[in-house]
């Protein structure tokens, strides 16, 4: 990893949004409902979404996705280049992000 801080692009939590450090670069999701609406529409109703999260059922993939269309910042990056970044992350790493924007799906907010 680089020496990219997070408040590079630092997350406002007032809006909802998550921080997501890959590869040194630092990301902001934001769950807004454009991008909750994108993710709904690939994944499926996000309730079922939060149920199978909650069951320790959520698939790399729908994590993935989450994340990818919460991007407040899209990069240049493909989305499989962003995948890669998300799996070399490991999943401890994507756990705070993934708790923050669930916790925006349940609640609303920001």
């Not at 997350?11 to 609406?37: C, I, K, M, Q, S």
């Amino acid at each position: 990893m680089s020496g990219v801080s997070m408040t590079a692009a630092a997350p406002n939590p007032h809006r909802g949004e998550a921080g997501l450090l890959l590869d040194g670069v630092a990301h902001v999701l934001r769950p807004t409902f454009g991008a909750l609406v994108a993710a709904e529409e690939e994944l499926g109703p996000l309730f079922g979404l939060v149920e199978r999260a909650s069951g320790g059922e959520l698939k790399l993939a729908e994590m993935v996705a989450l994340f990818w269309h919460c991007l407040a910042h899209p990069s240049d990056h493909s989305r499989e280049d962003f995948a890669e970044a998300v799996t070399k992350a490991g999943l401890s790493a994507c756990a705070p992000a993934l708790r923050s924007l669930l916790v925006q799906v349940l609640k609303g907010g920001g």
